[in-house]
């Protein structure tokens, strides 16, 4: 249910059905349609027989609910505050630390419109459509949440950890600087990732980016753990393979990556082969596949490898159609594995005559299985057992080796396989939701980083609870 308690929307918006809990499912699925539609099609292009049949209503049963297409903006607006307001609230939850909570407040809104991203473009667009009165209504709403902002910096304030300011201003400009991964998509996507912005949001509130250092603690809380590092990662196209290449980049890793291709879409923002910087693709059209010998010329190209990431997964979200595309999804699993089989002397070698490293296993994950399920256990299974065997080879080299086994990972961009089975994977999944990309990225850092020096071996279920 989206709406309830002062988010109610049954008595703003007239309707001649007089069961609150079917209004509210319906509206549900109006506000879902419409969301969908007006990105894609544009606000005045969109009809309400568009959204009808969309949300699976007919013509005349969308009046019963709604009167225009103006009711249904203001709905999505309710609906994008209250997942806002909903999402701080389960976030600040037991939180004493008024700069934890400010951390989390960033983090949760962050989350929230890049969840919600075409919801809030809409909003920003069209928001002069509104009449006055439901106008007012929003702004109110607005105001709320920004109070609840101003709360918690408020108490930063109190408490010594922020300097005495104007908290209206300053809640205004933290909100704006959120909503910019939205609204400024446009120049951000293609040369930031979502955990890169949410950071530098965040340095900026908490340290600044004066590179003095008579704030004491400072180079301690903005040092990134892996900087200098070199990471090689192989079957790095995937969506987790670039999101975890993005990653690397931020935290100022030198990164070599193969990939079958590269793509140039907003959606994977780092694998340009011109890019420059500290990254290097190599790409199978030019280089031919992930090979021990490709590994060295890649290791005396860029440095030994530090942290070696292998993404054994498809992770194109293709879904299920016909037994040509099972074939082609079970034979790329199939090649995957015995790929990272045939790369494991020559990065153990590589690591083992240095005495350090971490090799990190990305088992296919949950999305893979829809093209060949059985295809799919079989490479999971596989890589585990292979995770298991290296890391005992390894233990007395100070290599560690661990496997992530991702669940259903919401993608940036849905695909039409996401958006069919999302309502049904979030009743199962025990967490109550599909997992983020950064849940993924945090992980690798997990594993990457001197926090887990003593942990090898380990398969790392990042799951939501989930099988």
Known sequence: MIFDGETRLVSAIPTTVKNQELVEKRREQIVLAAIKLFAKKGFHRTTLRNLAEEAGLSQGNIYDYVGSKEDIFFLIHQFAAGSAMEAMTKALEQVSDPLEKLRRMVRAEFTTMDSLADAIMLIYQEGHILKKPLLRSLLKKERAHLEVIESIIEQCVKTGALRSCNTRVLANLVKSMV????????????????????????????????????????????????????AIVANGGTVLGSAIISFFLSQGVTVAAHMEFVKKSREYPV???????????????????????????????????????????????????????????????RDNVTRAQTMTGAVQESMSRRSSGRIIYLAPWAWDKYPDSMSYEAAKGAIIA??????????????????IVPGFIRAIRPSKIQNELADRLNKEIPAGRMGEISDITDTVLFLAGDSSKYLTGQILRCTGGAD
């Open 179 to 230: 909503d910019a991964w939205v609204l400024k998509r446009w120049d951000l996507r293609g040369h930031a990732t979502a955990q890169e912005v949410e950071q530098a949001i965040l340095d900026l509130l908490l340290h600044g980016f004066l590179t003095t250092d008579d704030v004491p603690g400072r180079h301690e809380q903005s040092k990134r753990p892996l900087q200098g590092k070199v």
């Open 271 to 333: 694998l340009n082969p011109k890019s420059g910087g500290d990254l290097t693709c190599y790409v199978t059209a030019d280089r031919g596949p992930m090979s021990p010998e490709l590994f060295r010329e890649m290791e005396k190209a860029n440095g030994p490898a530090d942290i070696f990431v292998y993404d054994i997964g498809i992770g194109n979200l293709r879904g299920i159609r016909g037994q040509r595309e099972s074939l082609e999804a079970a034979k790329q699993l």
């Open 386 to 403: 292979l995770t298991h065997a290296c890391a005992r080879d390894m233990a007395r080299f100070r290599v560690n080796v661990n496997c």
